[in-house]
């Protein structure tokens, strides 16, 4: 589905990305981990065409996704193969549209349906997120963050994309929400064929939506392999004081002594 060749971003000499490279296959799932400006949300909006690399290959389907302006139905079938959903489902839904027409709308932008054939639709993409009836006409203001994001994930799907790319898709909910929508992630990969890259910081997530681990800093890889085997044998010192900064059973944080300064 997505074979990425040394890929590469350098804003005005400072290079962000720096040769990564790898290939992910239909139903199958990548994390990307990293701390903040290890180049991992870079690379993804490079792969999603929301930014154009300095070098290397980006090929979908077996066709290279070139920069350059192209015409609106060509805009649109390259969006309808990768869809991208963001930490803030919020910001990119309309508060005046209820979750219903939210989801009709990406529907209609990708597929010719009316009437009928697009209600049936639409209700098959909630139901597919786990929302029901009463959700499908509430208003974004009147839905839980966890709901926002199913609503988002729901307008990714209606373009039956090839590639599902979530960028901190988790990272705002608390940890039992987090815990449905990776769940819900992963019955939609089996289900639909649809390939997912998860961008995260939180190696703690990657074991319950992912089948490989890639592990970048400073805008190269340091470690890729599968999740199994990086989490639980980590071959690069950078990794393993990650997965040591991940909070373990009965942690609780070091209260800090009384301000004398």
Sequence with gaps: MLEVTDLRKVYG???AVDGVGFALGAGESLAVVGESGSGKTTTARMIAGLEPPSGGRVVVAGEERRPGRRGGADRRTRAGQIQ?????PYSSLDRRQSVADAVAEAVALHRPLGG????ARVAELLDMVGMDDRQARSLPKELSGGQRQRV????ALAAEPRVLILDEAVAALDVSIQ?????????????????LLFITHDLGAVPYVSDEVLVMRAGRIVEHGPVERVLGAPEDAYTRRLIDSIPKPGWVPRRRGPDTG
């Design 13 to 15: 000499g400072f290079v």
């Design 116 to 119: 009928e054939a697009l209600r």
């Design 152 to 155: 988002a994930i729901a307008r």
């Design 179 to 195: 815990a449905q929508i990776l769940n819900l992630l992963a019955r939609i990969r089996e289900s639909t064929g649809t390939a």
């Design 84 to 88: 991208m959903v963001f930490q803030d």
